[in-house]
T-cell receptor
Framework: DAGITQSPRHKVTETGTPVTLRCHQT?????MYWYRQDPGHGLRLIHY???????DKGEVSDGYSVSRSKTEDFLLTLESATSSQTSVYFC??????????FGQGTRLTVV | GENVEQHPSTLSVQEGDSAVIKCTYS??????FPWYKQELGKGPQLIID?????GEKKDQRIAVTLNKTAKHFSLHITETQPEDSAVYFC????????????FGKGTHLIIQP
């Protein structure tokens, strides 16, 4: 899977708690992305990064923040989880912002 | 922003027949169009892509065609096999930006034995 590791793979959390998902890459790719996948919506971009400490918002960024302090790690934080954030989250990496390679995903359930 | 429409949402074909999935996009500045295959419980896997300066690209049983004038592109799978059963996503990227791909909603391809 192109040297991408997402952790945790599964998580159940309570409404109102903070949650952090981690994406780790060993490919030294410049671009990293967080998507969420929901039935009937396909994949939607949450946030992306084009370098260390360089991040920007995607289509569905409300309620999420990100950080990238090292090339290999891209963290997604839900400051106060809500039931609408129950989803499968995918990290992707790309060297050229064209060919993107995805991780295995994190299934998050907010109860 | 870009909007990608994908049809059909479900496609059932007999093993050995061909399958065609179609997508349209809205942003005429888009110049990169990948296709992903997603198997149950896994992340999307890039299977083929095409850039706007090319009209068709083939890789064994898979081909993609692009019509920039009409703003649509299609995935063609010939001689389908059981392992082709999966969800397929098309996507588009507007040139010049690092702001990720816009995806269609996916097509569930079912290969009937």
């Amino acid at each position: 899977d192109a040297g991408i590791t997402q952790s945790p793979r599964h998580k159940v959390t309570e409404t109102g708690t903070p949650v952090t998902l981690r994406c780790h890459q060993t490919e030294n790719h410049r671009y990293m992305y967080w998507y969420r996948q929901d039935p009937g919506h396909g994949l939607r971009l949450i946030h992306y990064s084009y370098g260390v400490k360089d991040t920007d918002k995607g289509e569905v960024s409300d309620g999420y923040s990100v950080s990238r302090s090292k090339t290999e790690d891209f963290l997604l934080t839900l400051e106060s989880a809500t039931s609408s954030q129950t989803s499968v989250y995918f990290c992707a990496i790309s060297e050229t912002f064209e060919q993107a390679f995805f991780g295995q995903g994190t299934r998050l359930t907010v109860v | 922003g870009e909007n990608v429409e994908q049809h059909p949402s479900t496609l059932s074909v007999q093993e050995g027949d061909s399958a065609v999935i179609k997508c349209t996009y809205s942003d005429s500045a888009s110049n990169y169009f990948p296709w992903y295959k997603q198997e149950l419980g896994k992340g999307p896997q890039l299977i083929i892509d095409i850039r706007s300066n090319v009209g068709e690209k083939k890789d064994q049983r898979i081909a993609v065609t692009l019509n920039k004038t009409a703003k649509h592109f299609s995935l063609h799978i010939t001689e389908t096999q059981p392992e082709d059963s999966a969800v397929y996503f098309c996507a588009a990227h507007s040139g010049g930006g690092a702001d990720g791909l816009t995806f269609g909603k996916g097509t569930h391809l079912i290969i009937q034995p």
